[in-house]
Nanobody, 127 residues
């Protein structure tokens, strides 16, 4: 079964850093587009970053470019999101997501395109 488990969330001061992890099942290790989404209370879910397994090409939302870095550890089948220079507006529940990918584009524009989701991990940034 496809399983995604996030970890690494917490509370930090503005300007601080956190690294989120998403442990994925072997089933989705290859031929999947992996992404991070986030959702603040009362807001719609928005895409943060995405990466295709086996590729170095990445996608980032404009709001996090230059501050966040998405990466993957193939040996551990784990997805990461390194978050630096955190701002109060980064406060949200962060979710790991996956969808089948056969090449071409891999982005996090539409949450509805993703079929598998983790339970979420909370990130709170105080100003």
């Amino acid at each position: 079964q496809v399983q995604l488990v996030e970890s690494g969330g917490g509370s930090v001061q503005a300007g601080g850093s956190l690294r989120l992890s998403c442990a994925a099942s072997v089933y989705i290790y290859t031929r999947h587009c992996m992404a991070w989404f986030r959702q603040a209370p009362g807001q719609e879910r928005e895409g943060v970053a995405a990466i295709a397994h086996g590729s170095t090409r990445t996608y980032y939302a404009d709001s996090v470019k230059g501050r966040f870095t998405i990466s993957q550890d193939n040996a551990k089948n784990t997805l990461y999101l390194q978050m630096n220079s955190l701002k109060s507006e980064d406060t949200a529940m962060y979710y790991c997501a996956a969808r089948l990918w056969y090449g071409g584009s891999c982005d996090a524009v539409l949450a509805v395109n993703f079929d598998y989701w983790g339970q979420g991990t909370q990130v709170t940034v105080s100003s």
